[in-house]
């Protein structure tokens, strides 16, 4: 069983109330009331889960995490996000349909679970990339064309989700194989 902090509760706290806030458009004093009250109640039911380790090394990732990096990994992955849209777009818009599609196999090196989930869920946000699945360190992605999972032969995605947790740089990606047929996956 693992421990929670008081700061977890508080960013807990704060994202749940701006994400309320986000969602209603109404700031006075009534619908805020209400705010923390569904925002108490959810933490409440989410207090017995956080509380459980799911898999070996969980950790409570506002611990973990480095907070003032946050702001700058959406900013980046928004950026990403528009421009594998524009690439997707182009393809999709071409007379000759220019799709490659390819499913890539690599292992990643990660201090945490956290990374795995965070990268996972950022190369399926990204147009043209989708996480298949992940087994241990092993990730399986399919692309739509060899640009697509450009980000990711590079090492680049993985850096940043990695520069979330540590100031430690390394090699992130590795055994990075590009499949292109049923008889390649097997």
Same mark, same amino acid.
């Given at each position: 069983m693992k421990s929670l902090s008081a700061k977890s509760a508080v960013v807990s706290f704060i994202v749940l109330m701006g994400f309320w806030y986000l969602m209603s458009g109404f700031f006075d004093i009534t619908h805020s009331i209400? !705010?923390?009250?569904?925002?108490?109640?959810?933490?409440?039911? +989410?207090?017995?889960?956080?509380?459980?380790?799911? %898999? $070996? !090394? $969980?950790?409570?990732?506002?611990?973990?995490?480095?907070? @003032?990096?946050?702001?700058?990994? %959406?900013?980046?992955?928004?950026?990403?996000?528009?421009?594998? !849209?524009?690439?997707?777009?182009?393809?999709?818009?071409?007379?000759? @349909?220019?799709? $490659?599609?390819?499913?890539?196999? %690599?292992?990643?090196?990660?201090?945490?679970?956290?990374?795995?989930?965070? @990268?996972? +869920?950022?190369?399926?946000?990204?147009?043209?990339? @989708?996480?298949?699945d992940i087994q241990g360190d092993e990730f399986i992605v399919h692309a739509i064309s060899p640009a697509s999972f450009e980000g990711i032969a590079s090492d680049k995605m993985p850096q940043q989700v990695l520069k979330l947790f540590t100031n430690e740089m390394y090699p992130v990606v590795s055994d990075f194989e590009v499949l292109h047929s049923r008889e390649e996956l097997s």
């Amino acid at each position: 069983m693992k421990s929670l902090s008081a700061k977890s509760a508080v960013v807990s706290f704060i994202v749940l109330m701006g994400f309320w806030y986000l969602m209603s458009g109404f700031f006075d004093i009534t619908h805020s009331i209400m !705010g923390v009250i569904s925002v108490g109640i959810v933490m409440a039911i +989410n207090y017995k889960l956080k509380r459980h380790s799911y %898999f $070996e !090394g $969980e950790t409570d990732i506002i611990n973990d995490l480095r907070l @003032l990096y946050v702001p700058y990994y %959406f900013g980046w992955l928004l950026v990403q996000i528009v421009i594998s !849209g524009v690439h997707v777009a182009k393809i999709l818009l071409s007379p000759s @349909l220019p799709i $490659e599609t390819s499913v890539l196999k %690599f292992k990643v090196n990660f201090p945490n679970p956290h990374c795995k989930m965070i @990268l996972g +869920n950022s190369i399926t946000l990204t147009p043209g990339t @989708l996480t298949v699945d992940i087994q241990g360190d092993e990730f399986i992605v399919h692309a739509i064309s060899p640009a697509s999972f450009e980000g990711i032969a590079s090492d680049k995605m993985p850096q940043q989700v990695l520069k979330l947790f540590t100031n430690e740089m390394y090699p992130v990606v590795s055994d990075f194989e590009v499949l292109h047929s049923r008889e390649e996956l097997s």
